[in-house]
């Protein structure tokens, strides 16, 4: 059975990768670009799934999902491919003030609602510690801020490098046998013939690519902003809208607080990710699009990124800013992200995109459910 992925982020890479293990596939992957572009080059990797405010239904599932897939996926990937994935198995410490979330509430009540997420978690077998001040300084002591009352360490939660897994993903698809189409631009679709009347269900044969004419039992749209031009070309347009993020990398040249303990620190949303020898990825910025989906990079808030970091981390106060740079997040326009469902209309195309800001924490999951899709449509 023929199977075609458009998009070769890290959703449509982790896709190719799941779907190479069923047998009986013959998987192609376009992309117009190399892999690992677009949003997956800007992310930063956090993987906040235990440490979320989810509980219930799929929201949490997928986080839950996704947290367990990593920890057997990323030493999977490094035997077969020989790659080496940078993978922060510290966990996450998230910062909490008075005054960040919860203007109104002291902070006896801010922690005691995070008090209450950690006996959630108890009971759905994941760790969440609450720690007063007095332990967040002992085991994060480069963290001073009047504002800070304490924080909430997630053990199980993780951050990893984005191009990295992307590329070991891809190379451990090949292996597999998938075929990559790199510099390949997926074009007009030939529209069916009932002109998608709403009670007519079709099935795509084909789309047009600047190869030609490609067919195929199944269709997978994973290609983030590129899904909005490609679904309205079958008159099924899923509207998903830019979201600009900019990071910084700093170096300092000394490592901040405990050497043997560099967890993810956040605070006030911006994450503070140890990239190892005292340098360390700071962001990011959300920066929505005006009237004509255009987003200038705004000095000012990457600017107030940094000052919120120094503010937390005064150290950071003498780092050199050694790069910049930005990426455009896909966000579903009018629905919750992500988007994972068979396009309205058809029997064989699915949709795997929008992830918004969750892209690479929900990497395995969306891959796993697409898998599922697609194996419990042809064991009917």
């Not at 920890?71 to 490094?78: G, R």
């Not at 979330?101 to 108890?122: D, N």
């Not at 199980?156 to 998938?178: M, S, Y």
């Amino acid at each position: 059975m023929n199977v075609v992925i458009i998009g070769c982020g890290v959703v449509g890479a982790a896709i190719a990768y799941e779907l190479s293990q069923v047998k009986g596939l013959n998987i192609t992957v376009f992309d117009k670009n190399p892999p690992a572009q677009g949003s997956t080059s800007a992310a930063l990797g956090v993987l906040m799934g235990v440490i979320s405010h989810k509980i219930k239904g799929k929201a949490w599932q997928m986080r839950q999902s996704s947290i367990q897939r990593y920890e057997t996926l990323i030493p999977e990937l490094e035997a077969i491919t020989g790659r080496k994935i940078p993978y922060n198995r510290q966990g996450i410490v998230m910062l909490l003030s008075e005054d960040a979330e919860h203007p109104l509430e002291s902070g006896v009540e801010v922690m005691k609602e995070w008090e209450q997420l950690r006996e959630v978690r108890k009971s759905q077998g994941w760790q969440l510690a609450v720690w007063d001040n007095k332990q967040l300084q002992k085991f994060c002591p480069q963290i001073n801020h009047p504002k800070i009352i304490g924080a909430v360490y997630s053990p199980q939660d993780r951050q990893l490098n984005p191009t990295a897994l992307t590329l070991a993903l891809v190379d451990a698809a090949q292996r597999n046998g998938v075929n990559f189409k790199f510099g390949v631009s997926v074009l007009s679709s030939p529209t069916p013939s009932s002109q998608l009347l709403p009670a007519v269900i079709e099935q795509l044969k084909s789309i047009e690519t600047s190869e030609g004419k490609v067919t195929a039992d199944w269709f997978i749209v994973a290609a983030g902003l590129g899904s909005t031009p490609l679904t309205a070309q079958l008159n099924q347009k899923v509207n998903i809208r830019p979201v600009l993020g900019q990071a910084l990398y700093l170096s300092l040249g000394r490592i901040l607080g405990n050497a043997d303990f560099q967890p993810v620190i956040t605070g006030n949303d911006v994450h503070l990710v140890p990239m190892g020898s005292g340098d360390y990825w700071v962001g990011a910025t959300v920066e929505f699009p005006n009237e004509g989906d255009e987003i200038p990079p705004n000095k000012e808030l990457l600017e107030f990124v940094k000052a919120q970091a120094i503010a937390f981390c005064p150290d950071l106060a003498t780092a050199k800013i050694l790069r910049t740079w930005s990426g455009l997040r896909p966000r579903p326009e009018g629905r919750p992200a992500p988007v994972i469902d068979k396009l309205p209309g058809f029997s064989n195309v699915l949709l795997a995109t929008g992830h918004y800001r969750n892209g690479v924490l929900l990497a395995p999951a969306t891959a796993l459910a697409i898998r599922e899709m697609i194996s419990s449509s042809d064991s009917r």
